[in-house]
């Protein structure tokens, strides 16, 4: 007979996030002289939802921006799903915050570009084209033009090709700048939604400090240019609740009269 053995259980480190992006010591400086970003050290878990928070010319927009593998930088490096970025990939895609949509084209061929680029059959791209206009709430709206749209319904057409191309990495360029202060909750909501069906790595550059801690995990505030890492926050709000009761939550909006403490010094 062999004699049972007791021990205490041994404690298992918690496993960190896998890491979707890195962002390796990197730096820009433009041609004019002016230094956009210094020593940038970063990780994006992947799944998460990740704000880039400060003042305006701290180099959220150059920072995404290098990510996506459109603005090179000056030193440093961004690795995506293990491989250095060096130029931009199927694994990436943008949401501009001026649409970028094509005026001559339809609704469909918009949002199934990406896909068109790709070399996609026909049929496949506007089938999956189909489904994210469905699913950013525009059935119905297909054969439509970019001037036949609200300002709203446009920035939807940019959402819905940015889902088409499945990518990985979703990098937002302060996608709902452009927008009233109604369809900006709404659409809040929505990415909320299509993030838990997607599971995407989101990447969210936003000057609102509400909306960041609304919609993320984690909150990276840069300073003043040349911008630098100066705080992450994780906000940590359970959002099983209606969007009301987590704007009216007192632990909301702590965060949020915290990060402004933080940040208004710099305002203009």
């Not at 360029?173 to 993030?195: I, M, Y």
């Amino acid at each position: 007979m062999i004699a049972a053995v007791m021990t205490r259980p041994r404690e298992v480190a918690p496993v960190a996030p896998e890491a979707s992006v890195e962002v390796r010591d990197l730096c820009k400086v433009y041609p004019t002289g002016t230094e956009a970003l210094r020593g940038i050290n970063l990780t994006f878990p992947k799944g998460q939802f990740t704000s880039l928070l400060g003042p305006s010319g701290c180099g959220k927009t150059t920072l995404l921006k290098i990510i996506a593998g459109l603005v090179p930088a000056t030193s440093g490096e961004v690795v995506v799903n293990g491989r250095t970025v060096t130029k931009p990939g199927p694994e990436r895609a943008f949401v501009f915050q001026d649409f970028a949509l094509m005026p001559w084209a339809t609704v469909l061929r918009n949002a199934a570009f990406g896909l068109e680029l790709r070399g996609v059959a026909r049929s496949e791209r506007e089938a999956t084209a189909k489904h994210y206009i469905d699913q950013v709430g525009l059935a119905g709206f297909e054969n439509r033009y970019p001037h036949e749209l609200s300002g709203g319904m446009r920035q939807r057409v940019g959402l819905a090709r940015a889902l088409a191309v499945k990518a990985d990495v979703l990098l937002l360029d302060e996608p709902f700048s452009a927008v009233d202060e109604q369809n900006r909750r709404k659409f809040q909501e929505d990415l909320l939604q299509l993030r838990q069906v997607e599971n995407k790595t989101l990447i969210f550059v936003t000057h609102s400090i509400e909306e960041a801690v609304y919609l993320s995990d984690r909150i990276v505030l840069l300073s003043p240019r040349p911008g630098r890492v100066s705080d992450i926050i994780e906000p940590k709000i359970s959002r099983e609740r209606s969007p009301e009761d987590i704007r009216r939550d007192p632990e909301y909006l702590d965060i949020v009269e915290d990060i402004w403490r933080g940040l208004r010094n710099y305002a203009d």
